[in-house]
């Protein structure tokens, strides 16, 4: 029975179908493996709920056209729990225990998904490195050291999936938080296209650039979870009326006829021989399988400006966003003299050091007599970014590139220089987050036994194709179903 949580959803549904396990050994199974992890993948559990909700579950027939039902999973603490505590990853957030259920949540409920638990987050999904979080470090399952990262900010969600505790776990994607973490991890990571899955309940860091995005092990895994999340929500008014992904049944691999541009600029700034080598391989075989690969300038000026244009956009609406954040409305309270002293001490003592940089740069941006020359800027720089990449969907169907270009870096040392690799090859998966594009992280191939992935990226409203050309890419490249349990065996293949 507990191997039956190394497997794919598909494989997990069919048995159930089949009573060869029930979701409540699912359940008990998943904390279990929960509870034995080390990487400080948890903000908490959720068992007295989970295995109640698992037992409630196993006592009626599994429906056939519920492919969630009785299948445990995480979901990042930034997203509304009804009775749930729910921090955000920040000490200002301590003990709040929404009164509602975001939409995503709800609708795996409907679904018979399981929560067994909330995952850790570089505090309030500022952060690319899963170290910002008030719980501390999280780190990567595939190095029992702790010497090196998971990234962020959805940390905990990659944890929890590549450690086999779960087969899928939800995550948000602000600027690559979902699909970077994937790449260090081994895992597929995907971001829809902007308003395909409802936003509603999700603790906004920058609502343009914010997307609900997921960690799975498959590519046909993240496709079934589209099928599920991907609905029109009246309580989001960004949520689009677009028609959703057709039957991932459809998904058949055929790559004949398509074609494909690297961005020359993002391949040149990689220094890191095995992850070229690799890519270079799968870019042969995708050639051979009837597609054509060009290698195009985005325009190095261009990229070099995704890093700044980011930062000053992302920071500016965080800073307007978590406004609400003062001590009174949410927050610990202090006593004050004064509404002002409350805030004051709220925000300072609630806060790390990340977030009051953050906010002092959105803060800066947005004053008055800064906006022309920084905010709007950045606006401008993030349109022709957009631009440029419509430009390549003319006459390509998708961006492939690294989604890193290392594999996870190490805990002590990291440095973010800002170099052509840095500003490049680690922050072109933003340009997604800019023009709203669907984009997937799948496993491309591990060095020193820590994994490293290739990215797909596509125009938007083109989720069902970015899913078929992954499918084929992870067929060619042999890793689906990938985790730290299972690692060695498909290592080198």
Same mark, same amino acid.
């Given at each position: 029975?507990?191997?039956?949580?190394?497997?794919?959803?598909?494989?997990?549904?069919?048995?159930?179908?089949?009573?060869?396990?029930?979701?409540?050994?699912?359940?008990?199974?998943?904390?279990?493996?929960?509870?034995?992890?080390?990487?400080?993948?948890?903000?908490?559990?959720?068992?007295? *709920?989970?295995?109640?909700?698992? %037992?409630?579950?196993?006592?009626?027939?599994?429906?056939? =056209?519920?492919?969630?039902?009785?299948?445990?999973?995480?979901?990042?603490?930034?997203?509304?729990?009804?009775?749930?505590?729910?921090?955000?990853? @920040?000490?200002?957030?301590?003990?709040?225990?929404?009164?509602?259920?975001?939409?995503?949540?709800?609708? !795996? /409920?409907?679904?018979?998904?399981?929560?067994?638990?909330?995952?850790?987050?570089?505090?309030?999904?500022?952060?690319?490195?899963?170290?910002?979080?008030? *719980?501390?470090?999280?780190?990567?399952?595939?190095?029992?050291?702790?010497?090196?990262? +998971?990234?962020?900010?959805?940390?905990?969600?990659?944890?929890?999936?590549?450690?086999?505790?779960?087969?899928?776990?939800?995550?948000?994607?602000?600027?690559?938080?979902?699909?970077?973490?994937?790449?260090?991890?081994?895992?597929?990571?995907?971001?829809?296209?902007?308003?395909?899955?409802?936003?509603?309940?999700?603790?906004?860091?920058?609502?343009?650039?914010?997307?609900?995005?997921?960690?799975?092990?498959?590519?046909?895994?993240?496709? !079934?979870?589209?099928?599920?999340?991907?609905?029109?929500?009246?309580?989001?008014?960004?949520?689009?009326?677009?028609?959703?992904?057709?039957?991932?049944?459809?998904?058949?691999?055929?790559?004949?006829?398509?074609?494909?541009?690297?961005?020359?600029?993002?391949?040149?700034?990689?220094? =890191?021989?095995? +992850?070229?080598?690799?890519?270079? $391989?799968?870019?042969?075989?995708?050639?051979?399988?009837?597609?054509?690969?060009?290698?195009?300038?985005?325009? *190095?000026?261009?990229?070099?400006?995704?890093?700044?244009?980011?930062?000053?956009? &992302?920071?500016? %609406?965080?800073?307007?966003?978590?406004?609400? !954040?003062?001590? +009174?409305?949410?927050?610990?309270?202090?006593?004050?003299?004064?509404?002002?002293?409350?805030?004051?001490?709220?925000?300072?003592?609630?806060?790390?050091?990340?977030?009051?940089?953050?906010?002092?740069?959105?803060?800066?941006?947005?004053? @008055?007599?800064?906006?022309?020359?920084?905010?709007?800027?950045?606006?401008?720089?993030?349109?022709?970014?957009?631009?440029?990449?419509? /430009?390549?969907? *003319?006459?390509? =169907?998708?961006?492939?590139?690294?989604? &890193?270009?290392?594999?996870?870096?190490?805990?002590?040392?990291?440095?973010?220089? $800002?170099?052509?690799?840095?500003?490049?090859?680690?922050?072109?998966?933003?340009?997604?987050?800019?023009?709203?594009?669907?984009?997937?992280?799948?496993?491309?191939?591990?060095?020193?036994?820590?994994?490293?992935?290739?990215? +797909?990226?596509?125009?938007?409203?083109?989720?069902? %194709?970015?899913?078929?050309?992954?499918?084929?890419?992870?067929?060619?490249?042999?890793?689906?179903?990938?985790?730290?349990?299972?690692?060695?065996?498909? /290592?080198?293949?």
């Amino acid at each position: 029975m507990s191997n039956y949580l190394d497997l794919s959803i598909k494989e997990i549904h069919s048995a159930l179908l089949k009573g060869e396990t029930t979701p409540l050994e699912l359940t008990k199974e998943a904390i279990k493996r929960a509870k034995a992890n080390k990487d400080n993948a948890f903000e908490c559990l959720c068992e007295e *709920k989970a295995l109640l909700k698992a %037992e409630e579950l196993s006592k009626v027939k599994v429906p056939e =056209d519920k492919i969630l039902f009785g299948i445990p999973y995480v979901a990042k603490d930034n997203f509304s729990t009804k009775g749930i505590e729910t921090t955000g990853g @920040s000490d200002i957030l301590k003990g709040y225990i929404p009164l509602f259920n975001a939409t995503v949540i709800n609708l !795996l /409920e409907e679904n018979g998904a399981i929560l067994i638990g909330k995952a850790t987050l570089d505090e309030l999904a500022m952060g690319g490195t899963g170290t910002t979080c008030h *719980k501390g470090i999280t780190f990567n399952p595939y190095d029992k050291t702790h010497t090196r990262l +998971i990234g962020g900010s959805s940390c905990g969600s990659a944890v929890v999936v590549s450690d086999a505790i779960v087969p899928f776990a939800l995550g948000s994607d602000t600027g690559d938080s979902v699909r970077k973490p994937a790449s260090n991890a081994g895992l597929v990571g995907y971001k829809p296209t902007w308003g395909q899955i409802s936003r509603f309940g999700l603790f906004p860091f920058a609502p343009s650039l914010d997307h609900v995005a997921y960690f799975t092990r498959s590519v046909e895994d993240a496709a !079934l979870m589209f099928n599920v999340l991907s609905k029109h929500d009246e309580n989001d008014s960004t949520s689009s009326f677009k028609t959703r992904l057709d039957d991932y049944s459809k998904l058949d691999g055929n790559l004949k006829g398509k074609k494909f541009v690297v961005l020359k600029e993002v391949y040149d700034s990689i220094t =890191d021989k095995v +992850i070229k080598d690799k890519f270079d $391989l799968l870019l042969n075989k995708i050639k051979e399988g009837g597609s054509t690969v060009d290698f195009v300038e985005f325009g *190095k000026k261009l990229l070099m400006a995704i890093y700044p244009s980011y930062i000053v956009i &992302s920071s500016a %609406e965080a800073t307007s966003n978590n406004a609400n !954040l003062d001590g +009174i409305k949410f927050g610990p309270f202090y006593k004050g003299n004064t509404y002002q002293d409350v805030m004051m001490q709220a925000r300072t003592k609630g806060f790390s050091p990340l977030i009051k940089r953050r906010f002092v740069i959105g803060s800066y941006s947005l004053m @008055s007599e800064n906006q022309e020359e920084v905010f709007k800027r950045a606006q401008k720089v993030r349109h022709l970014i957009v631009d440029r990449a419509k /430009e390549l969907y *003319k006459k390509y =169907d998708s961006i492939i590139c690294p989604a &890193s270009p290392s594999i996870a870096p190490l805990v002590k040392g990291a440095s973010n220089q $800002l170099n052509d690799t840095y500003l490049i090859a680690d922050n072109w998966l933003a340009i997604g987050n800019f023009g709203g594009f669907p984009s997937i992280t799948i496993p491309l191939g591990f060095e020193d036994d820590m994994p490293f992935g290739v990215n +797909i990226t596509s125009d938007a409203f083109k989720d069902f %194709e970015v899913f078929n050309e992954a499918f084929a890419m992870e067929n060619i490249l042999g890793y689906r179903d990938l985790s730290v349990l299972n690692f060695k065996d498909k /290592e080198g293949k």
